[in-house]
């Protein structure tokens, strides 16, 4: 017999503000700007990408591709993302 799978799919997940907050948060502690573009697409979609889109006055399908794992948004789309997610960043010293 086979067993039937399906793809992880992390947007599923995320139901709350602070869980998509915090899931940001993990993103930018790594480091990563891949992993923080690719969480904010995350986000995105489980807010909806179509509201997202629109929101932002960019296309869905554009920003699917801007916010994925491999996607090189421009720093503007990323803020524009951040607005329309409703997301605050703020900067702090870094502790050593």
Known sequence: MKTKTR?????EYLA?????AAYLE????????????Q?????AKARGMSQIARETGLGRESL??????GGNPEFAT????IRA???RLHAET???
Do not use: C, N, Q
Request: hydrophobic share 50%; no cysteine; glycine share 6%.
């Open 7 to 11: 793809s992880y799919d992390a947007a």
């Open 78 to 81: 990323v803020i524009k993302v």
């Open 85 to 87: 997610l409703g997301i």
């Open 64 to 69: 699917y591709k801007a916010l994925s794992l």
């Open 94 to 96: 870094a502790t050593k």
């Open 16 to 20: 709350t503000e602070e869980e998509m």
């Open 39 to 43: 969480a904010l697409g995350t986000i």
């Open 26 to 37: 993990a993103a930018l502690e790594e480091g990563e700007p891949a992993l923080v573009v």
